[in-house]
């Protein structure tokens, strides 16, 4: 049964730059959270897709982007990159269940901005 | 809002000793609560979580948790630690209607041989 699966595992950007961030869910799953963990901290929530459409959001600005094609696999842009972008991104999947959903991570793609 | 608190940032105990890590959640209704851990580099990895019912929990690796709800406390203990436990771990809590994780800030393990 493949878990979370993330790509790349790891880039490296340049200021202003833009990027893609990429996942597949674990088997059966049907929902797709990101989260940024910077170094040292917890991870903050990004968004969250169900259905394709975004679920809900955090406390993130508008140049944090996302995208879930109908296999359920999502995608993570962010444009206009900052240094403060650099951080661990990790993905995470559930299956909808009523409210008790139990989210399964990925490995992660640490991103680094020059 | 919802929040976690982890106090104690970093832990070192010995092989064989027992270990108790704390967290604390500030939520209004009964919260839905997960331990996960992190290895160097690693994505993190489900412990044991808490929806309702028993308030202590059993997970992998010979974790448990409970779930105190006078103390909104939930500790993480272990009765004895192997090195293979140095890690991070982080507690949070889910609340509700809103299915996003809240992390407390996380605590780092070290065992010592």
């Known amino acids: 049964d493949a878990g979370v699966t993330q790509s790349p595992t790891h880039l490296i950007k340049t200021r202003g730059q833009q990027v893609t961030l990429r996942c597949s869910p674990k088997?059966?799953?049907?929902?797709v959270s990101w989260y940024q963990q910077a170094l040292g901290q917890g991870p903050q929530f990004i968004f969250q897709?169900?259905?394709?459409?975004?679920?809900q959001r955090g406390n993130f600005p508008d140049r944090f982007s996302g995208h879930q094609f109908p296999n359920y696999s999502s995608e993570l842009n962010v444009n206009a990159l900052l240094l403060g972008d650099s951080a661990l991104y990790l993905c995470?999947?559930?299956?909808?269940?009523?409210?008790?959903?139990?989210?399964?991570f990925g490995p992660g793609t640490r991103l680094l901005v020059l | 809002a919802q929040s976690v608190t982890q106090p104690d940032i970093h832990i070192t105990v010995s092989e064989g000793a027992s270990l108790e890590l704390r967290c604390n959640y500030s939520?209004?209704?009964?919260?839905?609560l997960f331990w996960y851990v992190q290895s160097p580099g690693q994505g993190l990895q489900l412990l044991l979580k808490y929806f309702s019912g028993d308030t202590l929990v059993q997970g992998i690796k010979g974790f448990e948790a409970e779930f105190k709800r006078s103390q909104s406390s939930f500790n993480l203990r272990k009765p004895s630690v192997h090195w293979s436990d140095a890690a991070e771990y982080f507690c949070a809590v889910e609340g509700g209607a809103t299915n996003k994780l809240i992390f407390g800030t996380g605590t780092l393990l070290a065992v010592q041989p």
């Open positions: 995470a999947s559930s299956l909808v269940q009523g409210y008790q959903e139990t989210q399964y």
């Open positions: 939520y209004g209704a009964t919260p839905y």
């Open positions: 088997s059966g799953h049907d929902t």
């Open positions: 897709y169900y259905e394709e459409e975004e679920r």
